[in-house]
């Protein structure tokens, strides 16, 4: 191409990017100049646009027939012109208002339904950008992949990283367990942006076998895995927030009271069978599990032995 060429091409789209231009950012059809017109001053950019999905030609849907880079840095026809002097949004960056940086990215994704909550959750309201957590130029956008997810999150969020390390944890940092198997960052109806409507379902995904249907149910545990486990990490052993019997008392008074036996003085050492709860030793009956096997729902299909609705097995 002849450098007169050249210029007639992008006067062309420069002019049409006026016109067009005044639709603005936030219209998935934002228009200005192409790619062509950047390449010289921005090769890295325009390599890694082209590479990725966003540079598809193929995808109509894309920036490709949107008017390219203007998709969503807007109209360069100026910036081009002054050879780069005038500023253009760069979506992200610590000086652009989130929801102009988001608007772009935004007018093609809304209808997906993943991002249905994005507006009033809470990355949302606290001015996080779609470009904090997605890098569109990379070679890879780091939040996709569920190994290297983390770094993205670790970023903001300092207390999770320390939860993540803690001794009992979900296998977050081998990338067996994404962030995001738990969570829909873009916004969700659940509490804390869980993925599902509840934390129960959320949990149910993987640990199906939680969700009964019991015999008998601990109501707890239908109401919500938090009331006993702590998600990212804990010092106790199967994420418990605390160990037994103090796991236990937060809701149930201590049992088992014969102040002999605690004494050491008491020789009618019953068992759960056959003295029932007031038989229980109270330094036995420290370790609840140890009975109360079926913490999260029994199955004892008889009404007598043990007494079934207490979880023994
Ligand atoms: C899908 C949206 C999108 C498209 C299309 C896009 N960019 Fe970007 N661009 C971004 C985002 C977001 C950033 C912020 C940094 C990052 O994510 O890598 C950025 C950063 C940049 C930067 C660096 C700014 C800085 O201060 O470091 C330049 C230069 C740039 N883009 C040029 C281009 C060019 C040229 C094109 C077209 C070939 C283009 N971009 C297409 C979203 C886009
Ligand atoms: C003649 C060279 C030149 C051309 C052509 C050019 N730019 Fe730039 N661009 C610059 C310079 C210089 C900067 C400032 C870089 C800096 O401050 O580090 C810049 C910065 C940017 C930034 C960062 C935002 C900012 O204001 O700091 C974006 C995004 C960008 N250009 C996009 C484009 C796009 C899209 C095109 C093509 C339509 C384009 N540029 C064409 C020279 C150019
Ligand atoms: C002009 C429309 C358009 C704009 C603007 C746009 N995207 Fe996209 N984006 C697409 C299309 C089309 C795809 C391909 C996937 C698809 O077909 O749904 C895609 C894919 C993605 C993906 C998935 C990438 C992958 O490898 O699977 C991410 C993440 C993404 N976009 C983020 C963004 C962000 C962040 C912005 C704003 C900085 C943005 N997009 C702006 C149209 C757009
Ligand atoms: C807090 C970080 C974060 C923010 C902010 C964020 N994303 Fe994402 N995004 C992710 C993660 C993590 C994934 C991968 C897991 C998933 O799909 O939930 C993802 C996946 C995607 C995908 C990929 C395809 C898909 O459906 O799985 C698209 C498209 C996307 N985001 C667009 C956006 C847009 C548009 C915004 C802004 C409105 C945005 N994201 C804001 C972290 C973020
Ligand atoms: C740019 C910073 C930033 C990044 C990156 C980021 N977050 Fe956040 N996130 C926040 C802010 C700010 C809040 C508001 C609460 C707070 O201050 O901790 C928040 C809150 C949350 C909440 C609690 C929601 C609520 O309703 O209380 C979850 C869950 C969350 N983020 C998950 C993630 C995950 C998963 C990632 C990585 C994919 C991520 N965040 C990346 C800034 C970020
Ligand atoms: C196994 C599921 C699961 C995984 C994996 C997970 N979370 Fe969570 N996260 C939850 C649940 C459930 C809550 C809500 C806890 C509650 O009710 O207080 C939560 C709460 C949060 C909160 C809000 C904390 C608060 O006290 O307000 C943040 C921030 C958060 N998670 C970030 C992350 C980040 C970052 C990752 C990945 C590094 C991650 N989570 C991985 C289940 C998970
Ligand atoms: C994406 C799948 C997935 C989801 C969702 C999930 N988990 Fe897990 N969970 C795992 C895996 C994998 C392990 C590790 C199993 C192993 O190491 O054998 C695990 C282990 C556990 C353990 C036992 C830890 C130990 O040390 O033995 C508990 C307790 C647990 N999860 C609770 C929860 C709770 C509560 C939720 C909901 C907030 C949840 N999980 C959501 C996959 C998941
Ligand atoms: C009333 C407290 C309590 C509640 C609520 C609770 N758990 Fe547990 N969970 C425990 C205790 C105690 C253990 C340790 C059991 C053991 O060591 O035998 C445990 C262990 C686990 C384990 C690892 C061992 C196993 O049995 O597979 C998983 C997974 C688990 N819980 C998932 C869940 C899920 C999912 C929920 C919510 C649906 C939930 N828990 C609610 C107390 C609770
Ligand atoms: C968050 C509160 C809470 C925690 C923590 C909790 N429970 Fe419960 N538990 C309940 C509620 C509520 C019921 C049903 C109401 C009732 O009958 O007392 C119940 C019922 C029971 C029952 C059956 C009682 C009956 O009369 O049917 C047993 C046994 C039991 N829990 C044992 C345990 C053990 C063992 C632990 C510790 C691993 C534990 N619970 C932790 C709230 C809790
Ligand atoms: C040695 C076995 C054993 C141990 C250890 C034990 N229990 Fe029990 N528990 C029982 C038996 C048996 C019953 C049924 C008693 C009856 O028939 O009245 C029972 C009944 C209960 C009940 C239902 C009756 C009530 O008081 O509401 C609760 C709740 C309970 N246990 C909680 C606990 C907690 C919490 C711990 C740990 C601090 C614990 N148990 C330790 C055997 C045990």
Known sequence: MTISMRFKLFAATAFGGLVLGLAGLGNAVAAGPGADACVKC??????????????????????????????????????????????????????????QSNAACISCHKSDSKRAHWEGSTHQARDV???????????????????????????????????????????????????????????????????????????YQCHAEKRGPFVHNHEPVQEDCGNCHSPHGTVVDSLLKMRQPM?????????????????????????????????????QGRGCLNCHTQVHGGNNPNATNPPAQFMLR
């Open 42 to 99: 921005h090769e890295d950019e325009v390599a890694s646009y082209t590479k990725s999905i966003h540079g598809q030609k193929g995808n109509i849907r894309g920036p490709a027939g949107a008017g390219e880079c203007a998709s969503c840095h807007g109209d360069a026809t100026e910036h081009v012109a002054k050879r780069g002097k005038t500023p253009l949004l760069t979506p992200g960056k610590k000086t652009a208002p989130a929801d």
């Open 129 to 203: 950008a779609c470009a904090n957590c997605h890098n569109v130029h990379g070679a890879k956008d780091k939040a996709l992949a569920k190994i290297t997810q983390t770094d993205v999150c670790f970023a903001c969020h300092k207390a999770q990283r320390a939860e993540l390390n803690r001794p009992s944890r979900h296998p977050v940092q081998e990338g067996k367990v994404a962030c995001s198997d738990c969570h829909n960052v873009h916004g969700s109806v659940g509490p804390k942006l869980v993925k599902k409507d509840s934390t129960v379902e959320t949990c």
């Open 247 to 283: 796991l236990c008392h937060g809701c149930h008074t201590p049992h088992g009271g014969a102040v002999l036996q605690v004494a050491g003085q008491g020789n009618n050492l019953r068992t759960a069978t056959s003295g029932g709860k007031d038989g229980v030793n109270i330094t």
